[in-house]
């Protein structure tokens, strides 16, 4: 097949409704139930409708072949299902996709498709910029504009999924994954993740499993609870440092939720998701926290709350460098020696594979176009910075820039 290429795809947008019409995308089938009885029609038509827009990724009431044309011309009055406009789309070499969707007032938020062979994952975003300023983190020195309503969050599968199958002319499900690992912090944007979230496991829906939909979060203790009673999806937790110290410098969320709060509520959440791990997000940053001694550190922490049994996994992620951030890669050698320290304590670790970094897709790259309203940039250029002294972890200070 050929792809379009790296260009503006002005067409995209298509089917977008009036400011008066309800957008269907933002509806779990619970609130589209609701919406139909309020129409005056069955559960079967919001079923039947849930999988017009889901499942076949139609837009367009008309299109909707089994419903009554009564039933559309009555939708049509009210309703729409309206997509994100896509800004650009990029394709790297290794056949990951990045889109830049347009979410009004000057914000874009991206998303990032990356096949393998056994799988296709869709890393999705939950809000225009971030708040929490993670020092090593573009989308964090950007600032926050605001959260993504569900519809939002959920037209970025809608539109990634029904485009890929098209343009891969297939007409199964090309993605089999989705990791909320884009642009911002999914549990600060909690009331709107939820019904995506359901859509998302939703056999009419997406019919994704439990296990294939993944939460990444830096830390938001009391939503970690939260998601555990409602829908214990796959959790995966920022955590990029063995100690508080260092933590509270490179994810400021830590002086909040510090790790002796953070720890105990991920042990709790896996009552709640029996037989899974929680996966631990670690970005290995040159000097900062990628020595042996702290490898030995965090094998002790997580020891601490073991209790004996297999909870837990890493999974090491290259940093991805990005202008400003004042930070670098660790060596290859000095991550697999790190990597290396985790498993022969018993603690199943992988090295990411860093995917689309030719077009700047990588974890950590997203950075959309974002207007700064909290001015979080300014704030962490203010910021003391982290001196990289690649040979010892005591030499690790700070200093005002
Ligand atoms: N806010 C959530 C999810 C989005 S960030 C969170 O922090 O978990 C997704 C992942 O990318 C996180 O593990 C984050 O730590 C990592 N990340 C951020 N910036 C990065 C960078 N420059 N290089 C590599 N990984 C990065
Ligand atoms: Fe936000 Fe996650 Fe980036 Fe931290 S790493 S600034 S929480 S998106």
């Not at 096949?115 to 708040?131: K, M």
């Not at 970690?224 to 260092?246: E, G, K, M, T």
Request: contains cysteine; charged residues 25%.
């Amino acid at each position: 097949m050929v792809w379009p290429g790296n260009a503006r795809l002005p067409g995209a947008a298509v089917g977008a409704g009036s400011a008066m019409t309800t957008n269907l995308l933002a509806y779990d089938l619970d609130r589209l139930t609701t919406f139909c009885e309020g129409l005056g029609e069955k559960r079967y038509r919001a079923l039947q409708l849930f999988r017009w827009i889901h499942q076949k990724g139609v837009p367009d009431f008309d299109a909707m072949s089994d419903l009554a044309r009564g039933v559309r011309e009555k939708l049509a009055a009210v309703a729409c299902v309206k997509p994100l406009a896509v800004l650009s789309q990029h394709i790297s070499s290794d056949g990951t996709v990045k889109w830049l969707f347009d979410v009004g007032e000057g914000d874009a938020v991206e998303s990032v498709f990356i096949p393998d062979d056994d799988r296709g994952t869709l890393c999705i975003s939950s809000q225009a910029g971030c708040a929490m300023g993670c020092r090593f983190c573009a989308t964090g020195h950007q600032g926050f504009s605001r959260n993504l309503t569900t519809g939002e969050v959920l037209a970025q599968l809608w539109f990634s999924e029904h485009f890929l199958r098209r343009h891969l002319s297939r007409k199964d499900r090309v993605i089999s994954n989705v990791v909320m690992m884009g642009m911002g912090e999914p549990l600060q944007n909690y009331s709107e993740l939820l019904p995506a979230l359901r859509v998302m496991l939703d056999d009419h829906g997406y019919g994704l499993s439990r296990r294939r939909v993944t939460v990444s979060t830096a830390g938001v203790v009391p939503k970690i609870d939260a998601l555990s009673q409602d829908c214990p999806v796959a959790l995966a937790v920022s955590l990029h440092a063995p100690n508080d110290d260092l933590r509270d410098k490179l994810v400021p969320l830590n002086r909040k939720y510090p790790l002796a709060e953070l720890l105990p509520a991920c042990r709790r959440y896996l009552a709640h998701a029996p037989r899974d791990f929680i996966t631990f997000e670690y970005c290995m940053l040159a000097g900062v926290n990628d020595q042996p001694e702290q490898a030995h550190e965090l094998v002790k922490l997580m020891q601490r709350y073991a209790n004996g049994t297999t909870w837990c996994k890493f999974n090491l992620i290259p940093f991805n460098p990005f202008a400003q951030s004042g930070l670098q890669r660790s060596r290859p050698e000095q991550v697999h020696g790190f990597a290396r320290i985790l498993s022969e304590a018993g603690i199943v670790t992988t090295i990411r594979r860093t995917r689309g970094d030719d077009i700047d897709a990588a974890c950590g790259q997203l950075a959309g176009d974002v207007r700064d309203r909290t001015r979080v940039g300014e704030r962490i250029a203010r910021q003391r910075t982290l001196i990289l002294r690649p040979s010892s972890t005591s030499d690790l200070s700070v200093k005002e820039t």
